[in-house]
């Protein structure tokens, strides 16, 4: 019974993140990739908080930055690091959904930067990342602004 209840209540907290979220770009309490800094997880292969005099705002997110070099880099090339998805889930994506994303989730792979809902989905993706990515592609265009 206490399993079928979690189940029900994960589901049900889920559905209410994925309502919630209409912006382009996964945020929590307002900040991008959970306030870590996104240029850090390319140059320092690790994820670093960055600092509330570092931040600027793309695409309705309040972006977090560890350094003034990082956030440079940052607004000249938001693309190249902002991650795929809008930092919702690459695996769900590939499922047609938006998902929530923990920071210990992250990849790089071919020079891009995704997360993952947790790591048992994680797990999931990495077994088949180029499939995953390609529906993930294909879906991201009529998802990434609805709910």
Same mark, same amino acid.
Request: hydrophobic share 40%.
């Given at each position: 019974?206490?399993?079928?209840? !979690? ?8 559905? *209410?993140? @994925? ?10 309490? +307002? ?8 240029? /850090? *997880?390319?140059?320092?292969?690790? /994820? ?5 005099? !570092? ?6 997110? $309040? ?9 440079? @880099?940052?607004? /000249? ?7 795929? =998805?809008?930092?919702?889930? /690459?695996?769900?994506?590939?499922? +047609? ?11 790089? *792979?071919?020079?891009? @930067?995704?997360?993952? =809902?947790?790591?048992? $989905?994680?797990? @999931? ?5 180029? +499939? ?16």
């Amino acid at each position: 019974m206490k399993r079928i209840f !979690l189940i029900l209540f994960l589901g049900l907290l889920t559905s *209410f993140q @994925l309502r919630a979220q209409k912006s382009e770009v996964f945020v929590v309490e +307002g900040k991008a990739v959970r306030g870590y800094d996104p240029v /850090a *997880f390319f140059n320092k292969e690790e /994820a670093v908080k960055g600092v509330d005099s !570092l931040t600027w705002t793309w695409k309705e997110a $309040v972006w977090y930055f560890s350094s003034s070099e990082n956030k440079s @880099l940052f607004m /000249a090339q938001p693309e190249k690091y902002a991650p795929q =998805y809008g930092g919702y889930c /690459a695996y769900g994506m590939s499922e +047609g959904h938006k998902a929530p994303t923990e920071i210990d989730t992250w990849t790089l *792979f071919e020079g891009k @930067l995704y997360f993952n =809902y947790n790591k048992k $989905v994680k797990s @999931l993706w990495v077994k088949d990342k180029e +499939g995953h990515i390609k529906k993930a592609d294909a879906n991201w265009p009529g998802i990434k602004n609805k709910e």
